[in-house]
């Protein structure tokens, strides 16, 4: 094949699909091996388990027990529980999982689609090779393929955005109604997904549309009324879906003006003053939100565009030049309105369409400084390596990655082609070529390195908390549930999903696995009368959870019994520190304790034998003497009964084990799950997860520490 024939055959509208199925491919890559336990923003969990819920034909849970399995930002509301979130992009994931079986086709497509419209939508502004490189520009950007490659809101919904931007030029150049209800469709549906964002990236269109009708009234009424005419099959297309929202707001909150999100936190919304979601408030004054959207672009600008600086300056200078040309126009008199596209004039010239995605700057920016997500993206003003923003970038601006990247990519072409005329305007051929090689080889590594600097950071980052979640959930994992009950940690609160995200329920709570908040012994025994007949598990772990993504924690899956019986005898051992001075048994529920002193030398182990009966727990072992509290610690109903083993060395040091069992007590029986929470404190009584007993890792404890305990029917 000549290279002619090449030439021919590799068109700009092929290289744009190239690049559209190449950014689908890797976003897919990036999800599935970068984020295969999801990322840091739980919101992605509350996005799947929607998807779950719409693919099983629900917008609601009814769970037999709410509050022991309430997911993530959901709203519970007299046993009901729903989503804050509005049903569009769960729908475009369950689509996705319906047609092919996985979630993450979605993403893909989405990340597709965009790429393919930044490159329609660019070429309509400028040409189709500017369309190219802007995806090329889109598809570089780490916002762009982070944020694309997680279950979230904002790619899919600028994925409706663009797709309107599109639709609405051609319906304008084209005089098209057709185009004009796609227009308004997919603006609608927008709304329908993120109403703010919706209408922050349609005002510049707006304002295009009052123009045109402005000047279409000037020239007479009939050109008006077929404008008019267009713009009302926008409008048809926008308020349905309007419509569907305030619909849909209705049936899950009661009230059509009333969103899920304002039902969950209704001070977590639009405007200054004071702001709150659940127990993080503050009072966002405009000074406040003028220095976190201040800080939020600089991080957008230096860090999260293409090679970082490169192609925000690369912008700026697109911007800049389209600037230039508005001047020179208005200096030379052109004609504000025409009749045919281009430049020359028409319903929607180049100049003005670039002006139109140029005012995207103004309105996505000026807009989201009323919105106080802003500052919560930030951990601290000054650090870009803490908080969501070092991981998923500045997520909530990112349409403004489809103007920027048009116009970085119409500044890029245009200095390009200025080099070319100037190597052209030379005598000789061959150094015309040498000089645009050298170009290349200056400017192509600056920009690699650049491109290297942005994208490493956030994926090195995010691969530690890959990491991170990988380690605590290998015992699930390697588990195969059937019929099973597993009670998972809540680390952040009662709340599924945060932060384990994989420990989703199907949508009838009623699958191989249902998974419920490990809380009090009442709650706990809610739920297990709920699901009386399943397997019981226990997942818990060794250490502190944080958000830190260098502290792990060592995972525990225990399985459990629930044993009845009239009463229970129980032998609790472990081994003795060196140099023990004393040994303190202790016992309590429900406030109520009885201590006891170790008499004699324990040796290498102590043991204390206890026993729980309906009319309480109470220690039966030998050497012991009782120094404080009755014999017997009375039991009411359901309540967790803690027996601690305090051996304290002659310097001082301690080492405490702790077991605590669920209880419940009757006239006649008493009911346990056991084994119980085992935990090994050093220097302190109670030291939570951190001290959880792992009987197969002795390095995690002090030397010589173990402890072990049995439970029998009492004679």
Known sequence: MSVAALRDRVTARRVAALVAALSGALVFSLATD??????????????LQQAEMLLAGRVNLYPPVPEAVRPWFFVEDGGRLYPKYTPVPAAMFAAAKAL??????????????NAALCYAVTAEAFDRRTGVVAAVALVGAPLFLLTSSV??????????NWAFALAYVRAVRRESRRYAAGAGVAIGLAFFARPYTAVLFALPFVAHACLTLYRAGRRGREAFRAWVGRYAVVAAGGLTFVGATLAYNAAVTGSPLLFPYEAFAPLDGLGFGYRRILSHDLRYTPGLALRANAWVLWYFGTRWTVAGPVGTLLAGAGVARLLVGRYRRMAHGAPQAAVTRGDSGGPLPDHELRAVLAGLFVTVVAGNVAFWGNYNVLATFGDPTDGLIAVLGPFYHFDLLLPLSAFAASAAVAGWDRVRSLAAARDDDRRARVALLLVLAVTLPVVGAAERAAVEPPVERNTDYTEKYERAYAPVEDADFENALVFVPTPYGEWLNHPFQSFRNDPDLDGPVVYAMDRDASGDFAVLDAYPNRTLYRYTYQGEWTPAPSERVTPKLERLERREAAGFDVETRGGVIRDAGS???????????????YEGDPGDEVTVSWSLTPQGASVDGENLTRVTGNRTVPLNGTQEVVLSVTTVQRGGAS???????????????????????????????????????LPDRPETRVSGTWISSTLSVRE
Do not use: Q
């Open 100 to 113: 092919t079986g996985e979630f993450r086709v979605a993403l893909a497509a989405v990340a597709a689609g």
């Open 151 to 160: 279950f979230l809101s904002y790619a899919p919904a600028s994925l409706l």
């Open 34 to 47: 970068l984020f295969p336990h999801l990322s840091n923003n739980h919101d992605e969990g509350v996005y």
């Open 583 to 597: 040994v303190t048994v202790r016992v309590e529920s429900n406030g109520t304790a009885a201590e006891y002193a």
């Open 655 to 693: 080492v405490t084990y702790r077991e605590e069992v669920t209880v419940r007590a009757t006239d006649e029986a008493v009911e346990v799950v056991w084994p119980p929470e085992r935990s090994v404190c050093n220097l302190v009584l109670d030291c939570d997860r951190e001290g959880t007993y």
